[in-house]
Every structure is written in C-alpha cells, then in structure tokens.
C-alpha cells in the first residue's frame, strides 16, 4: 500500500510521472470526494 511522502523530501519528476506512480489518482480521488462534500452540505441546508 502506498503511503504518505515524509515531510522534508523531494521526489523527481521521474517517479511522479512513473507508470507506477498513484499520485495523480489519489488527486482526482481527492476531488471527488470534496465535491461530494461540498454537494452535500449544500444540499442539506435549511
């Protein structure tokens, strides 16, 4: 399992943009999930 980047480190563009690289998976996972969110506060406010 993928776990966070420790703070102080750099990582190269090489593993970011790696064919095994989740980095951009998790950032549109995180999209959607605000979005739920921020849908569903408004939504339910009276």
Avoid: P
Wanted: aromatic fraction near 14%; avoid cysteine.
């Amino acid at each position: 399992m993928w776990e966070h980047q420790e703070a102080g480190y750099e990582i190269t563009d090489d593993v970011i943009d790696g064919k095994h690289s989740v980095v951009y998976d998790e950032a549109e996972n995180r999209l959607h999930v605000q979005k739920g969110v921020f849908k569903f506060v408004f939504e339910n406010e009276q």
